[in-house]
């Protein structure tokens, strides 16, 4: 009897999510057009060098995420509060990269961390909606996927971290097959390398798998998803001498065994301890 009650209230609850998901992304997608086209543009008006007005949209985009963020948590859809990740990134620029498990992780990313710049879609830095707020804060257009669209991408990174910003790159160009990573591309370690800065690695996963390629946002799962952003130890370029497919590969690795529930505990940057661990988890 209990289990004939239970299976049909779990089904309402799950239609009940699949809806406030649709109305959680209409509200993205027209909270986005409202920061393009009218939020931003004043707040680029209150003055300032360029890059202070950068910064200062950046602010603004973060606030509108974590309101995002605090919806689809407070809605049962995703848990997760950018407030209580407490990332710990170098005080100077640095090359943040990333798995891709979910259509949100970008908004997780900039909720927590704020000033940054991140590699976008070309579609999404043109897009109606969402192409001001892109331009506004000085992300970056990934291009048509082509050598010269890498070799743009590669300049654009290197002025942003001249800058003293933090650059945002998914090495897998794309969502992560479900419980699995596609390979990682070098770019954003050939970027770190020549700008000298270090590289920051976090892990993120959500269970069970919502808003990944083979779980679209119209098949919430049973019961609310947990997601989870943890900060991996910070890699200096210099261990790798310049090669940025070897890099790239022992980062890999290193995703691998987080997924594995073997990677190294995440530690503050300026703690020696984990490259040693890290050292010892790649097998450098």
Known sequence: MLRFVSTPLRLVDQTFRVLLTTFAFTFFYCGGSVLSWLRLPIGWLGG????????????????????????????????????????????????????????????????????????????????????????????????????????????????????????????????????????FNRGAFEIASRADVPVVPVFLSCHPAMLSKEAPWYRAPAIPAQYHMIQLPTLDPKRWNGDSRAMAADVQALYQLCLEGKAPAARGPREPKPRVELAKAVGA
């Open 48 to 183: 300032g060098s360029r890059i202070e007005r950068i910064r200062r949209c950046q602010r603004i985009v973060q606030n509108g995420f974590v309101f995002f963020h605090d919806f689809m948590r407070v809605g049962r859809l995703i848990g997760f509060d950018p407030r209580k990740v407490g990332l710990r990134l170098p005080p100077g620029p640095c090359v943040l990269v990333a798995n891709h498990p979910t259509l949100v992780d970008v908004t997780a990313i900039i909720a927590t961390v704020g000033n940054l710049s991140c590699v976008v879609k070309r579609i999404l830095f043109f897009s109606p909606t969402l192409g001001p707020l892109l331009r506004f804060c000085w992300h970056i257009n990934s291009g048509a996927g082509d050598a010269t669209a890498g070799a743009a991408v590669m300049v654009e990174s290197l002025q942003r971290l001249r800058s003293g910003m933090t650059v945002l790159i998914f090495p897998e160009g794309t969502r992560s097959p479900e419980g699995g990573l596609r390979a």
